[in-house]
């Protein structure tokens, strides 16, 4: 009984420190905004690995749209969330439109996020997601190239840390132009509505 106590009180801490963080997003969003913008091509090399175990760089995604979402797997809601709405509108697009799409999970803990982790993380989404780690090294390369905001938060009460991250769908045509960043806020139909729009106009 004092097991499933403790357990309650460590999953309650954990929510209220993940609604902290939502607001602190939700706040910040227009600012983070700032970093990035639409029409900006990311140009740089990469290399990271694959949740089955393959190298995957740059090249891996050429030719491809993009939606890709940095987080990691020991997130507790805004992660599962957002992946879940990729997943939701790969599925309301078109057959035709869903299959020029790459959805990719790139962790920002690799630490803890390893190939076998992230493997049985990503099936529970998307059947087409790919989802990226590597050496802190090789995913610090890739945060640098997306100005991705993610900062350690040790939660010294547990002995265990979180990351305070960004929160954007990145949005990117075949040539790795960043077309749009979704935010939190916006619906999975009103986001596969503006996609269509997008890759019917090219």
Known sequence: MKQLFTKSIIFIFIIIISLAIISRYVNDENNSSQLLKTGKVIDG????????????????????????FFG??????????????????????????AGKIMPVFITVDPERDNVEKLKDYIEMFHKDFTALTGSREQIDRLIKLFSVYAKKVEIKEMDTYMYDHSTFI??????????ALYKMHEKSKDIAKDIETRISGN
């Open 45 to 68: 090399n990469f290399e990271a690995v694959n949740h089955l175990g393959n190298k995957f760089t740059n090249e891996s995604w050429k030719g491809k749209y993009k939606l890709i």
């Open 72 to 97: 990691f797997t020991s997130c507790p809601v805004i992660c599962p969330s957002e992946l879940t709405k990729i997943s939701q509108i790969m599925d309301m697009l078109p057959e035709n439109m």
């Open 170 to 179: 990145y949005f990117l045509n075949d040539k790795d132009e960043i077309l």
